[in-house]
């Protein structure tokens, strides 16, 4: 049971949902099959998986080819696609209270920012309801604990080191695309206290740093002439919880 558990806060970090899977040395079939389905349940869109490879044996795994929708009213199929998550999950995740995953990295995403004729983009759709989501979760977990109930609900979780390279940025359907920079956060749920976060609530810090650095990209986009060459993707930046 502890281990379906882990397995359940794991793929909903990063997956974008939640997750039912057996433990088992492999547990891949599961987890694409429910990262689907509780990501679209907490964004609201289509989420599709290629193939997950996650181990419970070797407290490692990788999540590849994540395709997240876009919300209604907006052009492109897609909003955001993730060429891969790779993932280490520390030791004390099979024993204390939290999942603790020591290092997560995500490779090659592609962002796809249009803009509604209020202003808002499909991204900032996206993060809305991910905001809602954790906050959701949490306030039913503190209503729980204040009516002396047990928790229930989530698994507690924390991402100790997050890292995100080579991500591009297209500027809606036609509109080119611009290189963001490297993306690193550490001690993700931390701040939570001893219960950790939500994992809706890491995966709104992940989207609210994925968007700030989409709408900076796309700021300077428009500064660029037509046709003058795309500025080089800036250095890693570090940035706290």
């Known amino acids: 049971m502890r281990n379906l558990l882990l397995t359940c806060a794991l793929a909903v970090a990063l997956g974008l949902g939640g997750v039912a899977a057996w433990a088992v040395v492999r547990v891949n079939p599961g987890i694409r099959g429910c990262v689907e389905a509780g990501g679209s349940g907490l964004l609201g869109v289509p989420v599709a998986l290629d193939e997950a490879d996650v181990s419970l044996f ?30 280490e999950l520390a030791p004390e995740s099979f024993s204390g209270p939290l999942v603790v995953v020591r290092t997560l990295e995500i490779r090659a995403p592609v962002l796809t920012c249009e803009r509604a004729v209020g202003g808002a983009s499909n991204l900032d759709a996206l993060l809305s309801r991910a905001l809602e989501a954790a906050r959701r979760e949490r306030l039913a977990r503190d209503i729980r604990l204040r009516e002396g109930r047990e928790p229930g609900g989530w698994q507690g979780l924390v991402v100790d080191r997050l890292v995100c390279e080579g991500a591009t940025l297209a500027l809606g359907p036609g509109g080119g695309a611009v290189p963001l920079p490297a993306l690193r956060l550490e001690a993700l749920g931390r ?9 809706a609530e890491i995966v709104a810090a992940v989207l609210d740093a994925l968007v700030r650095a989409a709408d900076q990209a796309q700021a300077s986009a428009a500064c660029i002439p037509p046709g003058a060459p795309s500025a080089p993707a800036a250095p890693p930046a570090a940035s706290g919880p």
């Open 191 to 199: 701040d939570r206290g001893p219960g950790g976060a939500a994992p």
């Open 58 to 87: 070797s407290l490692d795994g990788e999540l590849r080819g994540l395709h997240v929708g876009n919300p209604e009213g907006f052009a492109a199929p897609l909003a955001l696609e993730l060429g891969s998550l790779r993932l």
